[in-house]
């Protein structure tokens, strides 16, 4: 069964870098058939997607967020990770990472980790 | 970028009840279209996707249509353990994938 597990600082100072990892187990990450991502959901809100990546290294993001987001992927630790720089409030959010099999969909999400900006 | 819009967005139902939720899409993505459910606390879940297949292991009860721009998820008779939050999520506009703002689905 696979499984994703989001990882790193719930607390993070206005003007930094928020940093996460989703660890991948129970499967590979380097599958040619699926890409994966990083989707955010503020308390009380709907879902945003950050962006995704190939096992290749390839990415895509959200035109609103992309001069602040870095995703890369590690696949010997089978790991990708999220990089959001210059923070505010307003980037307070749950952050989930899932697989998602091209054009069809998210299918499997980590449980998610609440991310708190604030000094 | 390509808008959805969800309605409605609360919807009060009963145990039993047949239920639809309709999805607009800003201009047409085919039949590029996920439907997910969420439980408070929990990661949404995949429900549908390609606008009417159902993803393995959801009941029967759940049911999505539409192509182009108008889009329906349909249960055809709540059960308790459905009421949650439902979201649309285009997957048209390449990898730049945005989700409606979802629907409340309540206890009448």
């Known amino acids: 069964q696979l499984q994703l597990q989001e990882s790193g600082p719930g607390l993070v100072k206005p003007s930094e870098t928020l940093s996460l990892t989703c660890t991948v187990s129970?499967?590979?990450?380097?599958?040619?058939?699926?890409?994966w991502g990083w989707i955010r959901q503020p308390p009380g809100k709907g879902l945003e997607w950050i962006g995704s990546?190939?096992?290749?290294?390839?990415?895509y993001y959200n035109p609103s967020l992309k001069s602040r987001v870095t995703i890369s992927v590690d696949t010997s630790k089978n790991q990708f990770s999220l990089k959001l720089s210059s923070v505010t409030a307003a980037d307070t959010a749950v952050y989930y990472c899932?697989?998602?099999?091209?054009?069809?969909?998210?299918?499997?999400w980590g449980q998610g980790t609440l991310v708190t900006v604030s000094s | 970028d390509i808008q959805l819009t969800q309605s409605p967005s609360f919807l009060s139902a009963s145990v039993g009840d047949r239920v639809t939720i309709t999805c607009r899409a800003s201009?047409?993505?085919?039949?590029?279209l996920a439907w997910y459910q969420q439980k408070p606390g929990k990661a949404p879940k995949l429900l549908i996707y390609?606008?009417?297949t159902l993803q393995s292991g959801v009941p029967s009860r759940f049911s999505g249509s539409g192509s182009g721009t108008e889009f329906t998820l349909t249960i055809s008779s709540l059960q308790p353990e459905d009421f949650a939050t439902y979201y649309c999520?285009?997957?048209?506009?390449?990898?730049?994938?945005?989700f409606g703002q979802g629907t409340k689905l309540e206890i009448k």
């Open positions: 899932a697989r998602e099999r091209s054009g069809r969909g998210f299918d499997y």
């Open positions: 129970g499967g590979s990450i380097s599958s040619s058939s699926y890409y």
């Open positions: 990546i190939y096992y290749s290294g390839s990415t």
């Open positions: 201009q047409g993505i085919s039949s590029y």
């Open positions: 390609a606008a009417s």
């Open positions: 999520q285009q997957l048209n506009s390449y990898l730049r994938y945005t």
